[in-house]
């Protein structure tokens, strides 16, 4: 059974400071891992897919890297800006999505 | 592109009655779709996976005869919480694949709050 972990459960942060979020999965036979932005009661933004064969993936501030054979991801957001409040979510596709609990970023102005 | 809707966005209801929330992908066809539950600052839980045409196949410990899934079209599928009870408040979300669902990229619904009084 595949379980992903997200750590750490939350971050505050102050404006311009780099964020890095981190996931962890058990299991490395995943076809790939996609990181989703989730606002509060709002559903999920899909910010950054890495397929298995891949290393990383960048758009803009963000870049997500996938080492699959620690089963470790890392997202990595510049310059953070209090938009990018929201809390993150890490999912891994094996013969499912599963889904970290998330990491709750507050950007303080 | 790859556009998924859920409506209603926000639902209440009275314990003891049913519930639909409808699932449709606007700009393409969707081969399957799944349904998702997300207690609050829990990840998100697979309930079941819905392919046009077929049954649904249920994750372990989902209830089949009280989360009816109806996948109908290749544009919608629906989601009918039966004979609701508070426990059942929660927040649905589905997603919604062109292609092999092992393959390809979820496209992701808004989701729909669920809230049994």
């Known amino acids: 059974k595949q379980e992903v972990t997200q750590i750490p459960a939350a971050l505050s942060v102050p404006e311009g400071e780099n964020l890095v979020l981190n996931c962890s999965f058990t299991d490395s036979a995943i076809y790939n891992l996609q990181w989703f932005r989730q606002d509060p009661g709002k559903g999920l933004t899909s910010l950054l897919l890495i397929q298995s064969s891949q290393r990383e993936q960048t758009s803009g501030r963000l870049n997500a890297s996938l080492d699959k054979s620690s089963g470790r991801s890392t997202l990595y957001i510049a310059a953070s800006q209090p938009g990018d409040s929201a809390t993150y979510l890490c999912a891994v596709e094996s013969y499912k999505l599963s889904f970290g609990a998330g990491t709750t970023v507050t950007v303080r102005a | 592109g790859a556009v998924v809707s859920q409506h209603p966005s926000r639902v209440i209801c009275k314990s003891g009655t049913s519930v639909k929330i409808e699932c449709r992908s606007l700009d393409f066809q969707a081969t399957t779709m799944f349904w998702y539950r997300q207690f609050p600052k829990k990840s998100l839980m697979l309930m079941a996976t819905?392919?046009?045409?077929?049954?649904?196949?249920?994750e372990q410990g989902v209830e089949k005869d009280k989360f009816l899934i109806n996948h109908a079209s290749l544009t919608l599928s629906t989601l009918t919480v039966t004979s609701a009870h508070p426990e059942d408040s929660s927040f649905y979300i589905c997603?919604?694949?062109?292609?092999?669902?092992?393959?390809?990229?979820?496209?992701f619904g808004p989701g729909t709050r669920l809230t049994v009084t």
């Open positions: 819905s392919n046009e045409g077929s049954k649904a196949t249920y």
């Open positions: 997603s919604a694949v062109a292609g092999e669902a092992s393959s390809y990229e979820q496209y």
